[in-house]
Nanobody, 126 residues
Framework: QVQLVESGGGLVQTGDSLRLSCAAS????????MGWFRQAPGKERECVAA????????DYADSVNGRFTISRDSAKNTVYLQMNNLKSEDTAIYYC???????????????????WGQGTQVTVSS
């Protein structure tokens, strides 16, 4: 079992940067593929970025590619999402999620993630 706690959300303006953090409990972080997902009002939850358990593979949504960077620090059991050049359409609740490394396939397959945080609100004002 992995427990996830997000932090770092807030209200920013268009063009600003923000870094989200997700702290994971337990000893299995090193074998857990991690992802960031978001859900805007009236829309389905979508994958923003994901990183493999080893850190060797990443995947990004087209809408954030080049602006967002996902990374992980195994020593701190933490995964980060650096968000640059934020746009109003990035406004959403951002969730951190995890799945065991044995669950192979697309990193951004939402339904394969078993562990979820409570979410953190990101609001981008124009």
């Amino acid at each position: 079992q992995v427990q996830l706690v997000e932090s770092g959300g807030g209200l920013v303006q268009t063009g600003d940067s923000l870094r989200l953090s997700c702290a994971a409990s337990g000893r299995t972080f090193g074998t857990t593929t991690m992802g960031w997902f978001r859900q805007a009002p009236g829309k389905e939850r979508e994958c923003v970025a994901a990183i493999s358990w080893s850190g060797g593979d990443t995947d990004y949504a087209d809408s954030v590619n080049g602006r967002f960077t996902i990374s992980r620090d195994s020593a701190k059991n933490t995964v980060y999402l650096q968000m640059n050049n934020l746009k109003s359409e990035d406004t959403a609740i951002y969730y951190c999620a995890g799945r065991h490394r044995s669950n192979i396939g697309s990193l951004c397959n939402t339904v394969t993630y078993a562990y979820w945080g409570q979410g953190t609100q990101v609001t981008v004002s124009s």
